[in-house]
């Protein structure tokens, strides 16, 4: 079993920058592939950003690219999910997943994560 616990939402102001963290149990977090969810009121959860077991890899939702970064510390069991430049409709509440997997992959769909964290809340105020 694998637990997840996110940290670092809040509320910040277009075009400002928040730094999400997300704490993983277990002592095998090299062997996760681990993604970040947003989940806005009313609409379905979307992919944001997946980051390989190594690091080496990453694949970001199109919205983001450019603003977003993603990265981990496998020493440090963690993955965070750095925000600039945030914009209004990045307002949700955000979710970290894992995957336990022996391959390099990227996963871009939440049917494809076996682990979810509680989330924590990004507020963007115009």
């Known amino acids: 079993q694998v637990q997840l616990v996110e940290s670092g939402g809040g509320l910040v102001q277009a075009g400002g920058s928040l730094r999400l963290s997300c704490a993983a149990s277990?002592?095998?977090?090299?062997?996760?592939?681990m993604g970040w969810f947003r989940q806005a009121p009313g609409k379905e959860r979307e992919f944001v950003a997946t980051?390989?077991?190594?690091?080496?890899?990453?694949y970001y939702v199109d919205s983001v690219k450019g603003r977003f970064t993603i990265s981990r510390d496998n020493a440090k069991n963690t993955v965070y999910l750095q925000m600039n430049s945030l914009k209004p409709e990045d307002t949700a509440v955000y979710y970290c997943?894992?995957?336990?997997?022996?391959?390099?992959?990227?996963?871009?769909?939440?049917?494809?994560?076996?682990?979810w964290g509680q989330g924590t809340q990004v507020t963007v105020s115009s």
């Open positions: 997943a894992a995957k336990v997997t022996t391959t390099i992959v990227l996963l871009t769909t939440t049917r494809e994560y076996d682990y």
């Open positions: 277990g002592r095998t977090f090299s062997t996760y592939a």
């Open positions: 980051i390989s077991r190594s690091g080496s890899s990453t």
